[in-house]
């Protein structure tokens, strides 16, 4: 058994005798019963992550006598908002934590969209994770989710921008695969060819030298523990990376606004 789970084990019996005959800590999470909680939404949610978190003063579960977290319900919900800033905007630690100190709440999240017509509506993004490729979709899968043509992912893997997988006389895309041509077929939509999204894989492949040249010897370390920090720090410094090329690229846009007036 690792050494998180015996830790979220421990915790659970902690719980289980600090919350007889209290109604209070009956509605108290063990690490264990949150990550379970959140693992529906957040497929890569694991213990580590969530000390992480906590390290990081985003989270401050209350203790018991022997030392053991118990979440609240308010505890879980500012977890999810966390989360959700991560996946769906691409907020750094910094950032995110500025939010919930201005009020951000899981209650301000939008809803999903829903579609009125028989044109689709983009969706929020997906989550995905450096730590692993998550679910595998065939071409036609591929297609149907996220109504892009053959020709545009032919011409994405051209460019280098997705890599299908060879697997019984096809192929298989894994979800950060379908997630770029989600975004490409959206671009698409505005006349954005296939050739003039290479600019986006070149800028990325550079950030992505950068960030390996300040992990990689953590990532390559044999110590789980060290290598999971590792791989949530990956994480978070590729947020502050997407956010600052966010930001980059909004002054640029405004020096054009402005320039039109």
Partial sequence: MALEDLGAAGEADADAGAGAGRGAAAKALTIGAVCKALGQEFPDISISKIRYLEDQKL???????????????????????????QRDE?????????ELAR?????????????TGSRPVASRRAGVSVRDQGAWSTLEELLESTGATRQLVSELEDFGLVKGQPRQGGKVYDD?????VRACAELARYGVAGRNLRVFKTSADRESGLLQQLLAPSLRSRNPERRREAIDALENLAAVASHLEHLLLVADLRRLVRSGQ
């Fill in 59 to 85: 989270v401050s579960p209350r203790r018991t006598p022997g030392g053991y977290r118990l979440y609240s319900t308010d505890d879980v919900a500012r977890l999810r908002t966390i989360l959700r800033l």
């Fill in 90 to 98: 691409f907020l750094p630690l910094r950032v995110i934590r500025q």
């Fill in 103 to 115: 009020g951000r709440s899981e209650a301000d999240e939008p809803a999903p969209p829903v579609s």
């Fill in 176 to 180: 950060t695969d379908r997630e770029i």
